[in-house]
């Protein structure tokens, strides 16, 4: 089972430059979500997705798109990326029922550095 | 918006020692989760929450939801070098996270 997959692993950007972050997970859960992380601090929910087709935005969405056109897949898209989003980037899945919260669970995570 | 708030940041404890965490909301949940994270990697799921009142343990850590479903607690006994990380607390269906507790364990 691979679980949650990100890649790339590492990437430097220019400022000004776009690029895409994958992720996919095989375990068929319905919930999925990328954050950022900055050193030394806690995770920031940056955009959500209840399931294929709806996706909604979390704490820090500037300056990025998400889309959800499979169950398995969740790109994470940086338009014009700038010196701020320089981070690293955890993209988690959780299943969510009637009956409990997701139980996510966590990519590998993406360093970015933008210059 | 919803805010978990976390407590203590960090934590210097000498091998063996016991530890304590808490977090804290204004809102209601249904999930409480608690986290662990390494240097380099993705946080890791330690225990899972789903009812008010429920202790629940997975070897040296137990996790409580609190009777009011605004609060959890994760205890750690008898501390190993290898406890050592950043420790999250996370609730919700969006799925927020504290701002995290940061061990030091010394031999």
């Known amino acids: 089972n691979a679980g949650v997959t990100q890649t790339p692993k590492f990437r430097i950007l220019k400022i000004g430059q776009s690029m895409t972050l994958q992720c996919t997970q095989d375990?068929?859960?319905?919930?999925m979500y990328w954050y950022r992380q900055d050193p030394g601090m806690g995770l920031k929910l940056i955009y959500y997705?209840?399931?294929?087709?709806?996706?909604d935005k979390g704490e820090v969405p500037n300056g990025y798109n998400v889309s959800r056109s499979t169950t398995e897949d969740f790109p994470l898209r940086l338009e014009l990326a700038a010196p701020s989003q320089t981070s690293v980037y955890f993209c988690?899945?959780?299943?969510?029922?009637?009956?409990?919260?997701?139980?996510?669970?966590f990519g590998q995570g993406t360093r970015l550095t933008v210059v | 918006g919803q805010q978990l708030n976390q407590s203590p940041q960090s934590m210097f404890i000498q091998e063996g020692e016991d530890v304590s965490m808490n977090c804290t909301s204004s809102?209601?949940?249904?999930?409480w989760l608690w986290y662990k994270q390494d240097p380099g990697e993705g946080p890791v799921l330690l225990i899972a929450?789903?009812?008010?009142?429920e202790l629940t343990s997975n070897g040296r850590l137990t996790a409580q939801f609190g009777i009011t479903r605004k609060d959890s607690f994760l205890n750690i006994s008898a501390s190993i070098p290898s406890d050592v990380g950043i420790y999250f607390c996370?609730?919700?269906?969006?799925?927020?996270f504290g701002q995290g507790t940061e061990l030091s364990v010394k031999p």
């Open positions: 375990m068929n859960h319905n919930y």
């Open positions: 809102s209601i949940f249904n999930t």
């Open positions: 988690a899945s959780g299943l969510r029922t009637a009956l409990r919260d997701t139980e996510a669970f």
């Open positions: 996370a609730a919700g269906g969006k799925l927020i």
């Open positions: 997705s209840v399931g294929a087709g709806i996706t």
């Open positions: 929450l789903y009812k008010a009142g």
